[in-house]
């Protein structure tokens, strides 16, 4: 498996060996990274927090589903965690592929799966606000 | 000196984000009466969070609860020193 939870930057020439494929005629690799506003506010910083052990549990079987559906070679994810400032990378996904269409495809889909399903939370560091503004999320769904 | 009696469970809470800033510590350990089944739920769980930590109910914070990093519904029996952990909404990216 090559999805983790790090505390470190990310690697980018890492991430994209992890999925160095002979066979692979496709390489994705998405970039989620610290935006400077958040509808009017101004943003320094973001700190990220996770819940290490589910969210890798949780990253695993992305990975493995999206391999799966869409016959990659190789698939890798990194999310950080920490004090991350603008314009640093707070996820990267990469994926090959024989050709190109299933790479694209998977990368799309795999950062909305992350997005939705990997118990990590964010707080905006905003000019103003004393102490930053937890981000607004999504219930994590299952256990029904 | 009042003994600690063996209709409580201990457990291990996690908590994360906001929900760890209203508790204070991202860990605590937590003692849960048995309820009349002789047991203890995730219900009795939040019920005792809720009752423990009103500032939750006051900004209205859903909370999801993970048990040995599974997410787990109302009915779950919890046993001592399983991993309990209380969720926030979501929010990674």
Same mark, same amino acid.
Not at chain 1, 5 to 22: C, F, G, Q, R, T
Not at chain 1, 55 to 71: G, L, P, S, Y
Not at chain 1, 74 to 95: D, T
């Given at each position: 498996?090559?999805?983790?939870?790090?505390?470190?930057?990310?690697?980018?020439?890492?991430?994209?060996?992890? #999925?160095?494929?002979?066979?692979?005629?496709?390489?994705?690799?998405?970039?989620?990274?610290?935006?400077?506003?958040?509808?009017?506010?101004? #943003?320094?910083?973001?700190?990220?927090?996770?819940?290490?052990?589910?969210?890798?549990?949780?990253?695993?079987?992305?990975?493995?589903?999206?391999?799966?559906?869409?016959?990659?070679?190789?698939?890798?994810?990194?999310?950080?965690?920490?004090?991350?400032?603008?314009?640093?990378?707070?996820?990267?996904?990469?994926?090959?592929?024989?050709?190109?269409?299933?790479?694209?495809?998977?990368?799309?889909?795999?950062?909305?799966?992350?997005?939705?399903? #990997?118990?990590? %939370?964010?707080?905006?560091?905003?000019?103003?606000?004393?102490?930053?503004? %937890?981000?607004?999320?999504?219930?994590?769904?299952?256990?029904? | 000196m009042e003994q600690q009696p063996p209709q409580f469970i201990t457990l291990k809470v996690k908590s994360?984000?906001?929900?760890?800033?209203?508790i204070g510590a991202?860990q605590m350990t937590l003692q849960l009466p048995r309820n009349n089944q002789g047991t203890a739920t995730v219900a009795d769980l939040r019920t005792k969070i809720l009752e423990l930590y009103p500032?939750i109910?006051?900004?209205?914070?859903?909370i999801?609860v993970a048990v040995n990093?599974?997410?787990a519904?109302d009915k779950l029996i919890i046993n001592d020193f399983d991993e309990i952990a209380l969720? &926030? &909404?979501?929010?990674?990216?």
């Amino acid at each position: 498996m090559f999805s983790i939870i790090s505390e470190h930057p990310i690697d980018i020439e890492m991430l994209l060996a992890n #999925v160095k494929d002979d066979s692979a005629g496709a390489t994705v690799l998405f970039l989620g990274t610290v935006r400077n506003h958040n509808d009017d506010d101004a #943003v320094s910083a973001i700190y990220y927090e996770a819940y290490i052990r589910m969210a890798e549990e949780a990253m695993a079987k992305i990975e493995a589903e999206v391999v799966e559906r869409w016959n990659l070679k190789k698939f890798a994810a990194v999310h950080r965690i920490g004090n991350l400032k603008v314009g640093e990378v707070s996820v990267a996904i990469a994926a090959s592929s024989e050709h190109r269409a299933e790479a694209f495809e998977a990368g799309r889909y795999a950062i909305d799966r992350i997005k939705t399903e #990997v118990p990590i %939370w964010k707080k905006e560091i905003i000019t103003g606000h004393i102490g930053g503004v %937890w981000a607004e999320g999504k219930p994590l769904a299952g256990g029904d | 000196m009042e003994q600690q009696p063996p209709q409580f469970i201990t457990l291990k809470v996690k908590s994360f984000a906001i929900l760890r800033e209203i508790i204070g510590a991202h860990q605590m350990t937590l003692q849960l009466p048995r309820n009349n089944q002789g047991t203890a739920t995730v219900a009795d769980l939040r019920t005792k969070i809720l009752e423990l930590y009103p500032e939750i109910s006051a900004q209205r914070i859903p909370i999801g609860v993970a048990v040995n990093s599974k997410m787990a519904n109302d009915k779950l029996i919890i046993n001592d020193f399983d991993e309990i952990a209380l969720l &926030p &909404p979501i929010s990674g990216g």
